[in-house]
């Protein structure tokens, strides 16, 4: 099956539970899920609805600086007291007065309600694809009732698949819950959740199966993880629907997170055994074709060597699959137990498409290109997918990328909190040019210039600073060393964000798996641009989660829109006001539509600003405290200890 339903749905596999759950048991489950795509759909909807927050200044000398302007108003160290009375009779909702293009920086705006309108329409029907898709897989779960006859194991029973098919529930939703009437129990929260954080950031669906024993839980969120993952991929919309799930069956996330660990571990041993057995066949079949090789490989992996992955990881056992049997659990999977090309595909393990040579295809664009495990041998590129250990394996992954390095860095230094519940990957990139710019920025803050000029900086603010173009003379002294680094490193980190993006909807080097990505300075740049062309090219539910920490990017809510609509997860901007350093680099570029490192986004729901203004007092601390700063949102797997 093709991503979001691009292409023909597998075929359909109704899959036996009878003695595993009831069939009411089985009505709730059905009728949560949809309640959960349901509230991602419209969570989706509401994104597109934000009120544009864009004062307009009156038609004085500075007009056109109004993001800036909207961020200085609420300063209290102005020293311009007729700037702010203009800020404050600025109007909240003007004309549009720009088109977001491929860099969102300029461009006519008369086409922006049009453009963002199409992409939500895009956007909502690639998620409805997803969501019938999902919801027919979970309508394929048959349970029988204790006294029905067992010939009818297809669910044409009392009770049965057809009994609690819910209508149209899963098509949209029109159907709602109208079609399962039959329930457990009366629906409502858990009084006191067990993860409270998980509850806050995704409150639960009404539902009785929360008052179920635990164990009983655990095996239905066990269930949904196999199911999902039997549509062949685990997108970013499957992972909010099992987040939203685990918050409503009052379970913790850690419960959540073992579980994709154990089943990518069994998954992902399948799938190295069969690439290597892959390569073995086609050493011997050099002279014949790829497509009869895969289709013998196929048939030779079936759901007996794939039960016995499964087993070693504790699925399909009494204990680790919480009662259910091997065969209801291969059944679960459906495709994904019949070989282990598939589940090779799921970790980006191509056997006819070595990752090395997508690596190699990706440095002919940008030097030093490559992806480095921060677990593992210290500083070895990610070159062979076969190559990383099973046990090293999971169901999500994290790319995180320097915006500058120092000639003793360690490229994974400031992503060492980042725990194990994730693959977590370093980008490599031009590290020549990052390494001029980090000694240029050291440089420069350690010079007696910077210090003399940020003492009047401070004085005016950095925004007073910026919408005046008026800098102290003993900046511009330093202007030279860092200018040119900063601007080579501004291009080469557009170079590099397009890469990226084509590595993961084209190359697709995390498999089919979701991607978080973070970055800070220029790294958070190019994650901007990987962010604008996934939009453009409507490469919806790749991306999960994104933090853009310290961003030298616009803060135009319009833009921030549509970088939204390709993060199914969080979009976090962190962002200082006293990074004053940010602000005199940026100083160059077009910064009518602000600056996203300097201030917060406003009119754009479901992103999410962070201000770390206390903190970060230089543009230089972003790299010691990402560790400090990730725990401060509420990143969901850090290992502070490391």
């Known amino acids: 099956m093709g991503r979001g339903g691009r292409g023909s749905p597998a075929p359909r596999r109704p899959v036996d539970l009878t003695g595993a759950i009831s069939p009411l048991e089985r009505n709730d489950l059905v009728t949560l899920v949809n309640a959960i795509t349901e509230k991602l759909h419209n969570d989706i909807s509401i994104i597109f609805d934000s009120p544009p927050v864009t004062p307009v200044l009156a038609d004085q000398d500075i007009g056109h600086h109004h993001l800036l302007a909207l ?3 609420n300063t209290k160290e102005n020293a311009n007291p007729g700037l702010s009375s ?3 009779r600025a109007t909240q909702v003007p004309k549009p007065t720009s088109k977001v293009t491929g860099s969102g920086e300029k461009g006519d705006s008369e086409e922006i309600t049009p453009q963002l309108r199409e992409l939500k329409k895009e956007a909502l029907l690639f998620y409805r694809k997803w969501q019938t898709i999902t919801m027919q897989r979970f309508r ?17 029973g009392r009770g049965s698949t057809r009994g609690v098919r819910g209508g149209r529930a899963g098509r949209g939703g029109r159907g709602g819950r109208g079609g399962l009437t039959v329930t457990t129990g009366p629906l409502k929260t858990p009084p006191n959740h067990i993860d ?10 009404p539902t009785s199966l929360w008052t179920f024993p635990v164990e009983k839980r655990k095996l239905l969120l066990h269930i949904s993880l196999l199911m999902v993952l039997s549509l062949q991929e685990y997108s970013a919309y499957a992972r909010l629907l ?6 409503s069956l009052n379970l913790p996330l850690k419960f959540l997170q073992e579980e994709e660990k154990r089943i990518a571990q069994g998954l992902s041993q399948l799938a190295v055994d069969v690439a290597a057995e892959q390569a073995t066949e086609q050493k011997q079949d050099e002279n014949k074709p790829i497509g009869k090789t895969k289709a013998r490989l196929a048939s030779m992996t079936g759901p007996f060597r794939l039960g016995a992955q499964l087993i070693a990881a504790g699925i399909g056992t009494t204990h680790g699959g919480h009662g259910l049997r091997l065969p209801a659990a291969a059944g679960l999977l459906g495709p994904m137990s019949d070989n282990g090309i598939a589940a090779g595909s799921l970790f980006g393990i191509y056997g006819t498409r070595p990752t090395s040579k997508m690596i190699e295809s990706f ?62 990957y370093v980008l490599r990139w031009e590290m020549s040019a990052l390494q001029s710019l980090g000694g240029a920025l050291e440089t420069v803050v350690r010079s007696s210039a910077w210090a003399v000029a940020k003492k009047a900086v401070t004085s ?3 925004f007073t600073s910026l919408i005046e173009a008026s800098w102290p003379a003993e900046l511009m002294k330093v202007s030279k060393i860092i200018d040119n680094p900063w601007s080579i490193g501004m291009v080469r980190a557009e170079k590099a964000g397009v890469v990226l993006a084509d590595a993961i909807m084209r190359s697709k080097i995390q498999g089919d798996r979701p991607v978080s990505l973070m970055g800070y300075s220029l790294a958070a740049r190019a994650i901007y641009v990987c962010l604008m062309v996934l939009a453009e090219r409507r490469q919806f539910g790749i991306v999960d989660s994104v933090v853009l920490m310290g961003t030298p990017a616009p803060s135009e809510s319009r833009v921030w829109l ?15 006001e006293s990074d004053y350093l940010l602000g005199f680099l940026y100083r160059t570029s077009n910064i009518h539509f602000g600056v996203a490192g300097l201030q917060q986004i406003q009119g754009a729901d479901g992103v999410e600003n962070h201000n770390v203004s206390d903190l970060v007092k230089g543009h230089l601390r972003y790299s010691t405290l990402t560790g400090k700063i990730l725990k401060d949102i509420g990143w969901e797997d850090l290992s502070m200890d490391a």
Request: charged share 30%.
């Open 562 to 576: 549509t970088l939204k609509s390709v993060v199914s997860g969080r979009l976090v901007n962190v962002y200082s």
């Open 460 to 462: 005016r603010t950095i």
């Open 242 to 247: 099992l987040l939203n799930l685990t918050s």
């Open 363 to 424: 440095s002919r664009e940008i030097q030093d290109f490559g992806i480095v495990p921060i677990r593992g041998t210290p500083q070895e590129d990610y070159v062979d997918a076969k190559a990383i250990p099973a046990k090293s394996r999971r169901l999500r992954v994290i790319i995180a990328v320097n915006g500058w390095v120092t000639e003793k860095d360690d490229i994974a230094r400031p992503w060492k909190y980042l725990g194990d519940n994730a693959e977590v």
């Open 71 to 73: 961020s200085l108003r």
């Open 140 to 156: 394929d779960l048959s349970v029988m009732e204790a006294n029905a006859p067992q010939a009818n194991i297809r669910g044409r």
């Open 196 to 205: 409270r954080d998980l509850s806050r950031r995704f409150p639960p669906i």
């Open 86 to 88: 203009q800020v404050k």
